[in-house]
């Protein structure tokens, strides 16, 4: 059995990175962990990342075009999709996975602190400080010899 995630396009894989974090995506991201360790194969595939993920796909490539980016994230099983427009709970993806989940699982609360880089703009997904807003420019290359991550 093989489980498919196909996310919308997120500046990272999980999308659990930034100064907005998503504790729907937290969620997710730590449920599928645990998918893995009762040995389900977990596959995700981010459309900004790994866009001919999405067009090999016949399934998701056909969903897409009807849908747009509104049918995403898209959860297939087994090549069938599943879950389409939302990421599910933890009990519906052991569901899907034909497993029991934790009694514990629906009841969960998850707490985290999201923590600002010390350097502001070192990171993929912070805002560029102003010797980095034009990264990508090769005039701002050639201004400073080191180049910010965002590119």
């Given at each position: ?15 659990i990175c930034g100064p907005g974090v998503d504790p729907a995506l937290v969620a997710f991201t730590a449920d599928l962990d ?118």
């Amino acid at each position: 059995m093989k489980l498919q995630i196909f996310d919308p396009p997120m500046c990272c894989s999980t999308g659990i990175c930034g100064p907005g974090v998503d504790p729907a995506l937290v969620a997710f991201t730590a449920d599928l962990d645990w998918l893995q360790r009762q040995g389900i194969e977990v596959e995700r595939y981010n459309l900004s990342q790994q866009t001919q993920a999405f067009v090999s796909n016949t399934t998701v490539n056909d969903a897409l075009k009807k849908d747009g980016n509104d049918c995403l994230p898209l959860i297939l099983v087994d090549g069938k999709i599943v879950v389409q427009g939302v990421y599910p709970t933890r009990d519906k993806l052991a569901e899907l996975a034909g497993i029991e989940a934790p009694k514990s699982a629906s009841k969960r609360e998850l707490k985290f602190t999201v923590e600002q880089p010390v350097s502001a703009g070192s990171g993929c997904c912070s805002a560029p400080t102003s010797t980095e807003e034009a990264c990508c420019d090769e005039s701002a290359e050639k201004k400073s010899e080191k180049k910010s991550s965002c590119c």
